[in-house]
Structures are given as C-alpha cells and as structure tokens.
C-alpha cells in the first residue's frame, strides 16, 4: 500500500477492503482516492496473479475495459484543441469511405452515445448474421479497416441524435478517426499527447505479446471455479472502445490533470462530463457526456464510468462538489467494483456515503413499486401509474434506454428500500455486477411524477 493522506478511518477502510476481497472471493483490488489534486490513498490489496500468488499493489497493471472510452474521448478532445477537427462536424469528413447512412453522424453523437450504433455481438467462430447484428470472431484479429467495415454493415437503431444507446462500435469508429487524422493508433496518440506529459508512466494500450511489468492476470468465475480470462486475439483487446491497461498509480494521475489540467483546457474537462442533449432537447438516462456518464448521490453530482473486459472490472468515480475522486480496479469480471467504489468514498467524505436499507413503514407500496418495475422491464406498464407528463416523457424513448442498459433483467432483480422521504422513495435492485437505483416521486393522487435510474 502507498498513501500520502488518509482520514481517521483508514483501518475502517482497510477492514472493508479486505472484506470486500474474502467475502466476493476477488483475487486482487487497486484503489485510487484524489481530492483536489492530491493523492490521499494510494493502495493495492489481495493477488495480482493467484498462480504465482503475487501481491496487488499501487504499480499493478488491470485492464481499463469501457473506462477507456473516457480516454478515446479524451485523444479526439486533444485533436479539438489542437484545431484538427470539430466534434460537430459529420463522421463521413474524416472518414471518407463510410455509408451514406451515416451523413448526420457527427463526432459528438459517437463520443455520446447518440450514434445510433449498438454493439457487434461477441462470437468465438465465424457466424452469418442474424436478427440484425454483425458477429465479431474474438478468435481473430481484425485491421482497422476490416473494424470499420462490420461497422459500415451494422444498422443504425435511430437516426443520429434522436436518441441514446450504449455503443462500443462508436467508440471503435471515434478511434479510427483518430487514427485517420494522427496517422497513429489512437493509443500511440494517447502516450504522446496525455499519458507522458500527465506522468501516466505506465499506462498504455493492452497486448498480449509484450511483456508488461506488474501485468496482472485476469480472472472469471464459472459454476462456483475460478478460471483465466479466455484468450482475445490482439486487435480485439485494444480496440478504442476500451484496450487500455493503467495502474492505480497511473489513474491518480488522472484523476489529478482532471482537477489541476496542464493538457486540457478547463472549458475541455468541463465539456467532458456534459451530459449530452439528443434532438428533442433531453439527456439520456443515465446523462452521458463525452466518455462519462451523470448521476447523483444525496443531492451531489457524481460522474463515472465503469468497464469489464479480459477477466477484469473498473470503476472512476468522481465527486465534483467534494473535489473528490475514487477508482477500484479489480482482476475478476464479477467484481461489483461500482458499489466498491461508491463506498470508499463514503469513507472519506460521509457527504456522498452511498444509502443503507431502511425500515419499510409502507410495504404495501413497496409490492405496488415492485410489480411496476416488473411491468416496465416487460415494457407492459401503463399509463394509468404515471402523470400525463411522466409518461410523455419515459413512454417515448426513456424506457427503451432503460431496458437497454439494464444490465439484467429488472423485473426478477432483488430490491431493496433505502430512502422513504414521504412523496419520494428511492430504491436499490441488485442487477449482477452493477446495482441499479430507482428513484421514485409521487404527487398527491399516487400516481408518479417524477423518476430517476443510475447504474451503480
């Protein structure tokens, strides 16, 4: 463990972190906790390799999965500094050969979400396509050009703009426009421009030719045995969609050019964590900005991310009322790094601690809650639970984009009360890796006014 600052509670912090790893049987943690430009806790806990039982430490090497994507954005935010593109102008300036289809994308839309993209689907043999999706063979690499191919084949699920909807495909073609313009990997790009000069020595792009000082090995559970990660042909554990690897060291570094920029302008940073409109005015869901996305914690904004590639998990966090900032790396997909994260937190600033259950004084409405989070997840709720505006507004796209970030399905989650403020309830539903808030407001005749979900 390397700390500089830590608050009174650090052996209560080292005690959880411990409890975290022996009670989810997680191999290894990083952890990253900057307030305001200084590095208050700096550590690594349990085994970075369990084969060769070598500790974790702040120096050890995790893959960033889709925390990444705030890196991609990050390597076409310098190239809009440095006035080599615009993020309003169309996808098809820079990337001449794509689909006509594609005239209304613009950069913006890739970086939030808005594209229209979805995903390839995730296949280990060559596959036809099917139900519209286009397979990608992890077995094999893919050039770049072969990358923007599959994308030009994907069918857009709305028009650019219209609506959000979680991409890895956008991030790979934003990488490739980087690429297009540096004439570097987007990675390479990265290590010249934002990694060296912020003293990010040791974070770079993934591979699994190099050899990579303190690598860790990542780790997934399969009927109750732990199991290596499966192997991923190179190109696909690089892709700009998140192939990264940093350590906690290198992710406080971060966290510290975010609070005091040397490469970045503050108006750059601040456009980052933006949530983004689409073209009816309104922010997704979950308030995506440029590579972040937006919630909030007691009244307090709170901007994050997470990712899952290769056997392993990450999470960054940041508290911007609180100056603060936390990330938890893990080396096993399953670890619930998110909820982690959220209460290391709470440890230093008790302002953004996350909610505990609370005693039920209405269980009657908590199973009435209950049965309509299971219509919505069955897209069979009715308009009758909702104020004319509530449902104006979820039944045109809000509840599509909530099933479609879901990790899980939301009607058989567990669900937990953990805020009863009269007209105001706010609930926790376990969905696997992440947990899922539910906040609801009512006004005076029962029927919802108001509501809010964020991934946790």
Request: include cysteine; charge should be negative; hydrophobic fraction near 40%.
């Amino acid at each position: 463990m390397d700390v500089m600052k830590e608050p009174g509670s650090a052996a209560e912090l080292e005690r959880y972190l411990h409890a975290e790893i022996e009670a989810h049987e997680i191999p290894g943690l990083g952890v990253t906790i900057v307030r305001d430009g200084e590095i208050l806790h700096l550590g690594g806990y349990g085994l970075a390799n369990i084969e060769h039982r070598v500790a974790a430490t702040a120096d050890t090497i995790f893959h960033s999965g889709s925390t990444g994507k705030m890196f991609t954005a990050a390597a076409i935010l310098i190239l809009l500094q440095d006035g080599l593109l615009d993020i309003d102008h169309p996808v098809d300036r820079y990337l001449t050969e794509v689909p006509r289809s594609w005239a209304d994308m613009t950069i913006r839309h890739l970086l939030s979400m808005t594209s229209g993209f979805g995903n390839f689907a995730d296949v280990f043999a060559p596959a036809p396509i099917e139900n519209n999706v286009v397979p990608v063979n992890l077995w094999q690499d893919h050039s770049d050009e072969q990358l923007l191919a599959l994308a030009s084949m994907s069918p857009l699920a709305f028009a650019p703009g219209e609506s959000y909807l979680y991409s890895n495909i956008s991030y790979i073609v934003a990488s490739l426009v980087v690429r297009r313009i540096t004439g570097k990997p987007y990675y390479a790009s990265l290590r010249e421009r934002l990694f060296a000069p912020a003293g990010m020595a040791s974070a770079r792009e993934a591979s699994s030719h190099d050899i990579v000082l303190n690598r860790a090995s990542g780790y997934s559970r399969h009927s109750g045995a732990l199991r290596n990660s499966h192997w991923t042909a190179p190109t696909m554990l690089r892709t700009g969609d998140g192939g990264l690897y940093f350590s906690p060291r290198d992710i406080a570094r971060w966290f510290i050019e975010l609070d005091r920029p040397r490469v970045f302008r503050s108006e750059t940073i601040a456009a980052m964590f933006e949530p983004t409109l689409t073209s009816d005015g309104r922010p997704a869901i979950n308030g995506y900005g440029l590579g972040w996305q937006n919630s909030e914690i007691r009244g307090h904004r709170k901007i994050r991310h997470g990712g899952t590639w290769d056997g392993f998990r990450a999470e960054l966090a940041r508290f911007p009322d609180q100056r603060l900032s936390v990330a938890v790396l893990a080396n096993i997909d399953s670890a619930q790094v998110a909820r982690i994260a959220h209460k290391v937190a709470g440890f230093f600033d008790g302002a953004v601690a996350p909610h505990e259950p609370v005693a039920d004084s209405k269980p009657a409405l908590t199973s009435r809650d209950a049965m309509l989070i299971k219509a919505i997840a069955r897209r069979s709720a009715t308009s009758e639970a909702f104020s004319e505006e509530c449902w104006r507004l979820w039944s045109d796209k809000w509840f599509d984009q909530l099933i479609a970030e879901s990790e899980s399905d939301l009607g058989v989650a567990n669900m937990e009360l953990i805020e009863d403020a009269g007209d105001r309830r706010h609930y926790r539903l376990a969905t696997g890796r992440y947990h899922m808030h539910w906040t609801v407001d009512r006004q005076a005749d029962g029927r919802i006014a108001a509501m809010r979900f964020h991934m946790e």
